[in-house]
């Protein structure tokens, strides 16, 4: 009876694959966004206490 319960699955079909392409004025303009937000939130966990950082 334990082997009916614990049997192999089917493998799952994989989802399809959502492409975006993007300008070079969008792809620069999200590259600084991204490093902006990073560089923000460095900032923010350097003055939080060791056992209170977010990363």
């Known amino acids: 009876m ?3 319960t614990f049997q192999k699955q ?3 079909k994989k989802a ?7 300008s070079e004025d ?3 303009a999200y590259e ?9 939130d460095r900032e923010y966990g350097r003055h939080l206490a060791a ?3 977010p990363r």
Not at 16 to 22: D, E, G, M, N, Q
């Open 26 to 28: 969008a792809k620069r």
């Open 10 to 12: 089917p493998p799952r």
């Open 32 to 40: 600084e966004l991204v490093q902006k937000r990073d560089e923000r």
């Open 16 to 22: 399809p694959v959502k492409r975006v392409s993007l």
């Open 2 to 4: 334990a082997n009916e």
């Open 51 to 53: 056992d209170n950082k």
